[in-house]
């Protein structure tokens, strides 16, 4: 019974993200530019980098990040992962579900068991292990950033792997990947990869996609804006009194949506 009853939660929990995560974003990456544009100045004492994002899979994200700490709110799901120096230890918390999970590294991979687990019905591969090679450098909204994608080599392998019918006409065939070079740790940048399920880098994302067989451009990560500002001082703060979980899974499902799974079945 506890086994159906976590199956039926994660069957919502899919179709929760997949209906209305791609939310109208362009074909190609905004402001980009290989052209010399101004630079936005580094954060300084006390500031940090605030950008507008959006995830395929997770939907719009607004992210603080600095060499202070890291904070990333979906407004749509209600989730935030903050993570501090010096350990950078993920944790997320839900204002929905008012619960909170305390990851380690190794656990937290939010995204890629979601496109895993879409991969499955063939509507979205796992692009956190695509290799990317660096082809030059572009400025997108005031950042440098390094310009990556995936060579001839990785095509022509997955054409073959595809034309095999080993792989679906949903996977990628190509893909192209825009990071900016700040000074933010590692861990961060890391973790951040880890929430959008991008290949870990050095870079802070900004910007993913890949083109599958066929020729269905998808935009796993899109930048709509990026400034410095001077966050709150409780912008690193944890809540108190949420009940600790030991999934994502967990973490996100409230009380309105096990209500729902209950209904439809």
Not at 23 to 37: E, M, Y
Not at 93 to 108: L, N
Not at 222 to 249: A, H, I, S
């Amino acid at each position: 019974m506890r086994s159906l009853r976590q199956t039926r939660l994660f069957v919502l929990f899919l179709f929760a993200i997949t209906t209305g995560a791609q939310t109208a974003i362009a074909a190609n990456p905004p402001n980009a530019s290989a052209h010399k544009v101004a630079l936005l100045p580094p954060p300084g004492a006390g500031q940090v980098w605030s950008l507008k994002q959006t995830s395929i899979l997770l939907g719009d994200f607004e992210v603080l990040v600095s060499s202070s700490g890291l904070r990333a709110f979906c407004p749509r799901s209600g989730i935030t992962f903050v993570a501090r120096p010096p350990l950078w230890q993920p944790i997320g918390f839900s204002s929905r579900s008012r619960s909170i999970w305390y990851a380690t590294t190794a656990q937290f991979h939010p995204a890629d068991a979601l496109m895993k687990s879409l991969s499955v019905f063939g509507g979205m591969p796992n692009v956190s292990n695509i290799p990317l090679h660096k082809r030059g450098r572009k400025v997108v909204h005031g950042l440098d950033c390094v310009d990556m994608s995936t060579d001839e080599k990785y095509s022509a392998a997955q054409l073959e792997q595809c034309n095999q019918g080993f792989i679906s006409r949903m996977q990628a065939r190509s893909a192209e990947y825009q990071g900016a070079q700040v000074a933010v740790p590692a861990p961060a940048l890391n973790l951040l990869a880890c929430i959008y399920g991008l290949p870990n880098g050095t870079t802070l994302p900004i910007f993913f996609r890949f083109i599958n067989f066929n020729h269905g451009v998808k935009l796993v990560l899109m930048t709509e804006k990026c400034l410095v500002v001077t966050p709150g001082k409780d912008w690193l703060n944890l809540p108190t009194d949420y009940k600790r979980v030991n999934t994502f899974q967990e973490l996100q499902m409230d009380a309105g949506a096990k209500s729902g799974v209950e209904n439809l079945f």
